[in-house]
Structure formats: structure tokens, C-alpha cells
């Protein structure tokens, strides 16, 4: 269970700045994508209807630390566990 170490790939490394960054691939689990939105039309006043538009989408993504190397004990991963997690508890 998790994104580590089963959907991350190898160990990464960058500078930013003159700061180095660690960092690794995170695949959100089977079934799961992000998307991109923008808002199609501003709405006119606050109460509105307001209209999206997906513009992209993506499976995984590279995840930075600038302070140490990326691991499950990271928030980030603990809250992509939580998609596992809550599957297990409210799945079919």
C-alpha cells in the first residue's frame, strides 16, 4: 500500500537557485488522474453559475524536497496512502 516504494521511480536531483533539490515520480494509483481546469466564463456577480472546463490531465508527477530525500513519512505520501486507505474502508 502507498506510493512508496511501488509507484515511485528513481531517486532524482536538481538545484534550484543554488539549492538542492531531491525528488522522485509519484503514479497516482489505478483508476485515479489529475486534471487540469480553467473557468470558461467569469460569472458576473458572486451567485452565478460558474462553468469549467477540463484543459489537461496527468497520471503522475515529480515530487520535490529541498531539505531531505523523499520518503513515505512525507505528507504528501501519506495523503496519496489515504486514497488506498479510503478505498479499502467505503470499496465495493
Known sequence: MGVYPSTHGPELSATFRGHPLDGTQITFPEGYRAVLVTET??????????????????????Y?????????????????????????????
Open 41 to 62: 466564463k467569469r460569472p458576473l456577480t458572486e451567485d452565478a453559475e460558474r462553468k469549467f472546463q477540463v484543459t489537461g490531465g496527468f497520471k503522475n508527477f515529480t
Open 64 to 92: 520535490w524536497n529541498w531539505d531531505k530525500k523523499p520518503s513515505k513519512n512525507d505528507d504528501l505520501c501519506k495523503a496519496m496512502d489515504w486514497i488506498e486507505i479510503a478505498e479499502a474502508i467505503h470499496g465495493d
